[in-house]
């Protein structure tokens, strides 16, 4: 059974930086690709990043320059880290694994974590 535990999130001030932690147990997770989503209160889930077995790397256009994904295969582990935040990144982000088809779409990745609170106060 796989399981992914985000950590990490919390409060801060807009310019702001945090790291958000996911760490994954169950498989071996060097097979398939990592990603990670953000859901707003009221919101939809929505694609924040992702990177694959190959560590391509992709992001959605309002973190470009300012988010980075990365995974560590030896620690079962994938990281975000966020830069430059603004009160818009304000969400519950969760960590998932192993999608079938499109990146972009929340439906088709098959493993999640609880989510982990992010808040940017202006």
């Known amino acids: 059974q796989v399981q992914l535990v985000e950590s990490g999130g919390g409060l801060v001030q807009a310019g702001g930086s945090l790291r958000l932690s996911c760490a994954a147990s169950?498989?071996?997770?060097?097979?398939?690709?990592f990603g990670w989503f953000r859901q707003a209160p009221g919101k939809e889930r929505e694609f924040v990043a992702a990177?694959?077995?190959?560590?391509?790397?992709y992001y959605a256009d309002s973190v470009k320059g300012r988010f980075t994904i990365s995974r560590d295969s030896y620690r079962n582990t994938a990281y975000l880290q966020m830069n430059s935040l603004k009160p818009e990144d304000t969400a519950v982000y969760y960590c998932?694994?192993?999608?079938?088809?499109?990146?972009?779409?929340?439906?088709?990745?098959?493993?999640w974590g609880q989510g982990t609170q992010v808040t940017v106060s202006s």
């Open positions: 998932t694994y192993d999608p079938s088809g499109n990146y972009y779409n929340a439906a088709d990745w098959g493993y």
């Open positions: 169950g498989e071996t997770f060097n097979r398939y690709a």
């Open positions: 990177t694959s077995s190959q560590i391509n790397t």
